[in-house]
């Protein structure tokens, strides 16, 4: 198989349904409920070994491409509790809710938007809740900091990783010597407190985004949101998304939140439907604005060459991490015939993500040791899992399940050769490659996809 094999776009299959993927999910060691033992927290979710290390993967890739490959973005990483006048002066305390009803009868919330989402109520004939007048629930998760749970030491857990950017702006851009246009970039929890989280990890109480607040002059404002919707569409793309499963839909005037002008989501098409994975927002100055007038501290800029004074714009791209990990979940999972009547069940992975790159895997117990001297040597550079348990063909499924895009067999052969059997995942198929060797055909096959 070719090493530009794997770029082709990922489609979903028409078959597999949600119940699959969390399956495989916990099966495997993805993503499990958090507290599990105990029957679980609604809207909290833990990554297990494979989840991590693909959760990692793709915040690695989306901090290589957003601030190390350019000199106009730099990173930072926030405290996850911040001055609440950040949230004042963001609009979130006032702005930030959704409408709820209760019913009466079966005690459930519900938002008032997503009623035809709802299940059937339980104690009325027929399922039709009675439901009370809509009312707006603030969805931000206060904390009270200090000894005295009184008004004054109430604090916000943030909900949105964003808040925390504007406010260390004028630090960033003056040790790092920014000069407009410039970005500043993070990635980190956020929490809402959802009436109805659902759809496994997509709507959770506990998050991750991977944010970048660009600020430009305003009169430069479409065209940097231009230029970082081709930027971040590209992203996916690079992630396995096709035309089938990722499309771009701009905001209706009415959808617009209060601090935005001009808005494009970026959408999978889960199994459940189109779901937002990304936005790319207009905000233009409101941000800087607000913490201006909250803080009394100066944040304009200045064009050098006219010496005029402005507040700077802000294209803002934010990512859901963990949508965006289930999305590639989703997309990668697979169940394929195979002759004979088998079948078996594959995470087509691309290697930018896969949370192994590879296993090796003596043919035999008696072969441990130079396999385990090359598995050794291979996790100087990649993830590699080593497993001598069981019969081959298992071993393989196992290593499909996980989404592992090579498998390297030690057999007896290769005490003589110096060779061992390179496996690829998708079209299982194998190739004699000298242990010498193993690392740089591995690594040409894997680094194609960066």
């Known amino acids: 198989m070719s090493a530009d094999t794997n770029k082709e776009s990922v489609e979903p299959s028409k ?12 099966r ?15 809207g909290f ?6 989840g991590v290390e693909l959760k990692n993967n793709l915040k690695s890739f989306w901090w290589q491409r957003m601030v190390r490959e350019r000199p106009d973005v730099e990173g930072i990483d926030s405290a996850i509790i911040t001055h609440p006048r950040t949230w004042e002066a963001s609009g979130h305390v006032e702005h930030f809710s959704d409408p709820m009803v209760d019913c009466r009868a079966c005690k459930k919330r519900f938002r008032a938007d997503q009623l035809d989402e709802a299940p059937k109520c339980t104690e009325t004939k027929g399922g039709v809740h009675d439901l009370t007048e809509p009312r707006d629930f603030n969805l931000m998760l206060s904390t009270q900091i200090g000894a005295h749970a009184d008004a004054a030491s109430t604090a916000y857990l943030r909900a949105e990783t964003c808040g925390s950017i504007f406010t260390g702006y004028r630090r960033v851009r003056e040790v790092a010597r920014k000069k407009i ?15 109805n989280p659902r759809n496994f990890t997509f709507r959770s109480r506990e998050f991750e985004q991977a944010e970048l607040e660009f600020f430009c002059h305003p009169d430069q404002t479409d065209e940097w949101f231009e230029h970082w919707s081709e930027v971040r ?8 998304f096709g035309e089938g499963n990722l499309r771009t839909r701009s905001h209706g005037e009415d959808e617009l939140a209060h601090y935005c002008k001009k808005a494009v989501d970026l959408e999978f098409l889960f199994p459940f439907g189109w779901q937002e994975i990304e936005g790319i927002h207009d905000r233009g100055s409101y941000d800087l604005t607000q913490h201006a007038e909250f803080s009394g501290k100066e944040l304009s800029a200045m064009v050098e060459e006219t010496k005029e004074r402005f507040v700077p714009a802000v294209v803002e791209t934010s990512v859901g991490v963990d949508r965006t990990a289930l999305a590639i979940l989703c997309a990668a999972y697979d169940e394929e015939e195979l002759e004979g009547g088998d079948t078996r069940t594959v995470m087509r992975l691309s290697p930018i993500v896969a949370p192994l790159k590879a296993a090796v895997l003596p043919l035999s117990k008696k072969l441990a040791e130079p396999a385990r001297k090359i598995a050794a040597e291979l996790r ?20 499909d399940e996980a989404g592992t895009p090579f498998c390297v067999t030690y057999d007896f052969d290769s005490e003589e050769d110096h060779k061992v059997t390179v496996r690829e995942r998708d079209a299982m198929s194998q190739e004699r490659v000298p242990v010498e060797g ?7 096959r894997l680094e194609a996809h960066l």
């Open 380 to 399: 100087r550079r990649w993830n590699v899992f080593y497993d001598d348990a069981g019969n081959i063909g298992r071993r393989y499924r196992r290593m």
């Open 233 to 240: 569409l590209a992203f996916h793309r690079d992630l396995g």
């Open 15 to 26: 078959d597999t349904g949600m119940e699959e993927v969390v399956s495989l999910c916990a």
């Open 181 to 195: 246009p410039f970005g500043i970039a993070q990635i980190g929890k956020a929490f809402r407190n959802e009436i």
């Open 438 to 444: 193993l690392a740089a055909y591995l690594r040409e």
């Open 28 to 42: 495997r060691g993805f993503i499990f409920q958090s507290g599990e033992i105990y029957g679980g927290i609604n």
């Open 45 to 50: 979710w833990d990554y297990g070994p494979l």
